[in-house]
Nanobody, 116 residues
Framework: QVTLRESGGGLVQPGGSLRLSCVVS????????MGWYRQAPGKERDYVAT???????????SVKGRFTITRDRDSTKNMDYLYLQMNSLRPEDTAIYYC??????WGRGAQVTVSS
């Protein structure tokens, strides 16, 4: 069973930075794309960024140039690690951020609040 857990959220002022992490356990191989999604209050879950198994990255226009997605893998432990470096944060980035893996259910997410 593949499970994931997000961490690293918090409260930050506009213009600040945060780094989200996601640990994905029970993964037998790394040939999957993984990504980040977010859900703002009262809105649907939206796509943020994706990284494929070759390291190619894709971003929503709203975060391009500010966010960076990266990944790592520990084959000895059947674990993947997904990160989202968020810079120049804006109040509209406030949301619960979710890590996504095609074999895992959604996790609880990490709350990111951008406010002065």
């Amino acid at each position: 069973q593949v499970t994931l857990r997000e961490s690293g959220g918090g409260l930050v002022q506009p213009g600040g930075s945060l780094r989200l992490s996601c640990v994905v356990s029970g993964v037998t191989h790394g040939d999957y794309s993984m990504g980040w999604y977010r859900q703002a209050p009262g809105k649907e879950r939206d796509y943020v960024a994706t990284i494929n198994s070759s390291g190619f990255t894709y971003y929503a226009d709203s975060v391009k140039g500010r966010f960076t997605i990266t990944r790592d893998r520990d084959s000895t432990k059947n674990m993947d690690y997904l990160y989202l470096q968020m810079n120049s944060l804006r109040p509209e980035d406030t949301a619960i951020y979710y890590c996504n893996h095609p074999e895992a259910a959604w996790g609880r997410g990490a709350q990111v609040t951008v406010s002065s």
